[in-house]
């Protein structure tokens, strides 16, 4: 029996779901990128993490986010290549619940919210401990 799929730690679901090229209609299926996909070009390309950083992040191995990352590029080049619409979704996923104590990964509302909150008591108590004046 296969070992069951562990969910992959994604930040946040893409914002924009559905790409279409310009032009004539295309004449095939759409591309599917998978989310973990997403979040591995996310992460690796836009975000400039190392494979070692993006699996640390993902919580899987290092060899599982370069088979996913190698699966997302080879997704985007058929579509690109192709004239073939984009579309994300799916996936073993798990959202990233904003719980982590680093703030690793910067985009979800919550890492957002806790990490700006964080930083105005740091602020709040450097200024108690060293009052100017």
């Not at 390309?45 to 494979?51: E, M, P, R, T, Y």
């Not at 370069?66 to 984009?86: C, D, F, H, T, W």
């Not at 979704?89 to 904003?98: I, N, P, R, S, V």
Request: with cysteine; charged share 25%.
């Amino acid at each position: 029996m296969p070992r069951p799929r562990k969910c992959r730690k994604v930040c946040q679901l893409p914002r924009i779901q559905e790409f279409h090229p310009l032009g004539p209609p295309p004449c095939g299926p759409a591309v599917v990128l998978n989310v973990d996909e997403y979040e591995a070009i996310r992460l690796i390309d836009q975000q400039g993490l190392s494979q070692e950083e993006c699996s640390a992040y993902m919580q899987v191995a290092r060899t599982t986010v370069q088979m996913i990352y190698n699966s997302a590029r080879k997704k985007l080049a058929e579509a690109l290549v192709n004239g073939l619409p984009l579309r994300i979704e799916g996936g073993a996923y798990q959202l990233c619940d904003g719980n982590e104590k680093a703030c690793g990964c910067g985009g979800c509302r919550r890492h957002l919210h806790v990490c700006s909150q964080k930083i105005l008591r740091e602020e709040e108590e450097h200024e108690n401990r060293n009052p100017i004046g």
